[in-house]
Structures are given as structure tokens and as C-alpha cells.
């Protein structure tokens, strides 16, 4: 699954906002996004013992990434892109991978040992894909995992626990092993994860071996 392609279906919902805003620096749009981000992970954290929570968290990782995304379409549409506020964009994105996957990391939901990995897995991604520019190769947004997968997935997860929480099937067993639909998608953020920022690694070699 890789969405990163598709955000241009994303316009209807972003330009008609994003014309409104003309007056707003994409700066203070950031940040709220990232603020949303920290309450989203909270919220995700404190969600083993309210699960109302997991809602609540799905719909702030959703809001904030309409933010990560609304900045950069103010940005341009009002001439105001800039090498500081990309800089600060992708800082931002950085942190706030951190808040709301680590939200789950630390969490009683999973593993803490699997909840590294998966934040390694998606560090490394992004790392992966802004060194290439850094090295003068393209910037590189393709993968089995992007940042737009990872937003629908870390939605879409808090609420199928959600559900499978009433339906009294919060687990899937395996033998003596218990595992929350919670890990599986860290599993899939640690091993697609890290898959992908291997295929950037080779695609970024590939791209500067053609220009020796």
C-alpha cells in the first residue's frame, strides 16, 4: 500500500480551506499539527484503560495529518514556500511520527521491544528518503511505506481495537502467545518499515552510480 501517490485526491478537501487562509503563516499551521499529533499519541498511550480513547486518538492522527498537509498547500498557493518552513516541515513530521506510533511503543498495548523496531522502521524510512536529496539524488517519497500509509494505518488500527474490544476479540492468539491488532500494525510499521528504507538505499545507490 503505498498512498503517498494518491494525495492529489486529497485537493478537494485541502484547496477550498487552504484559499481561506491566505493571512495564516503555514508555520503556525505546522505547529498545531504537531500539537495534535502529541494529544493524539497521549491519547493513545492512555487508551489500554480507556478505550474510548482509541477513538478519540484515531480522529487526532487523521486531523493532524490534514494539517501536515494543509501547511504546505497554503504555502504555496500564497507564494509563501521556503527553504525554512520546508525545513521545519520535515522536522515537524519527524516528531510527530514519534508522538503518535511512540504513543503506542510505550503503551500497555505493545511490546516495548517491537515498539523500538517499529519506530526505527519509520525513522528510518523518512531518514532514508531526505539523505537521498542531501546527496544530491532525487527526494525520494517511494516505498511500500510512506508517511500517508502511515497516517490511514495508525487511523484505522486504534479503531478496529476498538471494535474487536466489543466484540471480545482484542487479541489474536497464537498458541501461549497473545498479540493486540495494535502490534500487528507495529509489526507491519517494523518490517515494511525498514524494507522500504532498504529499497530507497538501493534505488538512491542506483540513481548515482547512472551519474559517475
Known sequence: MVLDAQRGRAEFALTPVAKKMGGVNP??????GLIIA???GVALYLSFERHYLL????????VSGYFDALDGK???LFGKASKKGDYLDHVFDRYADVFMIG?????????????????????????????AQAVGAPRLYSGLLGRADRV???TLFPLLQFVLIWAGHPYITVG??????????????AVIGN?????????????MSKEE
Open 27 to 32: 508555520n503556525l499551521i505546522s505547529w498545531i
Open 38 to 40: 502529541l494529544a493524539s
Open 55 to 62: 477513538i478519540v486518538g484515531a480522529a487526532l492522527v487523521i
Open 74 to 76: 497554503v504555502a504555496k
Open 103 to 131: 504513543g503506542v511503543a510505550v503503551s500497555a498495548w505493545c511490546n516495548p521491544y517491537l515498539g523500538v523496531l517499529a519506530l526505527v522502521g519509520v525513522l528510518l524510512t523518512s531518514y532514508m528518503g531526505t539523505q
Open 152 to 154: 490511514v494505518l495508525s
Open 176 to 189: 501461549d502467545i497473545s498479540i493486540s491488532w495494535l502490534e500487528i500494525m507495529m509489526i507491519w510499521f
Open 195 to 207: 524494507l522500504t528504507a532498504v529499497q530507497r538505499g538501493v534505488i538512491t545507490w542506483r540513481n
